[in-house]
């Protein structure tokens, strides 16, 4: 089995049609057809299952899939870091990350990348969730990748920051008149905007964790699916939300409130092969611009 028939399967599954892989790949039908029939031979079995109106992987399919998923991107990986090791014109460099970082901590170390690297072309991978984060880079979608810092991550990891976590709430709220940090068991008696993405503490959410620390239980006001909308409705005042720094500079009406103990996590880009050349770089750059305390 080649390269070039793993990449063929792997384009016919992301589009579900051997029309539209053929034209992506810029080959013919027929043969595009040929090289899956061949491939198909030498793993021993139908890796996909032609539809009446699609295509989609056999169950073999889909245990074959993932290496072949990882083959190809990793050979693609090898093709960018080759150019840009140099910085060469035409390079390619995929980072990865949380869409919360991206909008407010990555922003000034891309506006300095492409002062200083501009012949190094960077794609950005947008993800949910720290385990999303984590899957993609271990599938080969990105080069490198900045988050909180992944346990037990097999490759690389350098720290390049710390996000400081907050109390956010509305800029007229009486709390922000209160001597800072506020003490978190002053908070006791006050409604909390949730957010379904909140991180897991030994399988409890973070922020029941540390209010049972300081005796007491978070009063839930609303529960919403991002952190971008939590900090939104903390600004209607719909409720306090614990949020990072960063967010919330982004989101007009908002003030924030630092709580004793401080709440802070650490920032880290993480890689699955050396640092080297352009992704080395990056981490460079983004050790320099992403501030130490949120």
């Not at 007229?172 to 006791?188: E, F, G, K, Q, S």
Request: glycine fraction near 8%; charged fraction near 20%.
């Amino acid at each position: 089995m080649s390269l070039r028939q793993m990449e063929y399967l792997v384009t016919v599954v992301e589009e579900q049609s051997f029309t539209r892989a053929a034209e992506r790949l810029n080959v013919s039908q027929s043969a595009l057809s040929h090289q899956i029939k061949a491939l198909e031979r030498e793993t021993g079995g139908p890796l996909l299952e032609r539809l009446a109106h699609g295509v989609r992987p056999t169950p073999m399919g889909r245990a074959y899939l993932p290496h072949a998923e990882r083959a190809v991107r990793s050979a693609g990986q090898a093709r960018r870091a080759a150019r840009a090791a140099a910085g060469a014109e035409g390079g390619e460099l995929h980072v990865a990350t949380l869409h919360a970082l991206a909008v407010g901590v990555l922003p000034p170390v891309l506006a300095r990348w492409g002062r200083e690297v501009p012949g190094v072309r960077l794609h950005l991978h947008e993800y949910v969730t720290p385990d999303d984060l984590r899957d993609g880079v271990e599938r080969g979608v990105a080069d490198v990748a900045v988050g909180p810092r992944p346990q037990d991550w097999p490759g690389p990891v350098v720290p390049v920051g710390e996000e400081r976590i907050v109390v956010v709430t509305s800029a007229d709220d009486p709390l922000t008149r209160r001597p800072h940090p506020v003490p978190l068991p002053a908070l006791a008696d006050r409604l909390w905007v949730r957010c379904a993405l909140e991180p897991l503490v030994e399988g409890r959410r973070w922020l029941d964790v540390v209010c049972a620390r300081a005796g007491f239980a978070p009063r839930t006001a609303l529960e919403t699916e991002h952190s971008s909308t939590a900090v939104r409705m903390a600004a209607a005042g719909v409720g306090i939300v614990a949020a990072p720094t960063h967010l919330a500079a982004t989101t007009p009406g908002t003030a924030t409130v630092p709580v004793d103990p401080a709440w802070r996590r650490e920032l880290a880009a993480f890689t699955r092969v050396e640092l080297t050349g352009a992704a080395a770089e990056f981490v460079r750059l983004c050790a320099g611009e992403v501030p130490a305390t949120g």
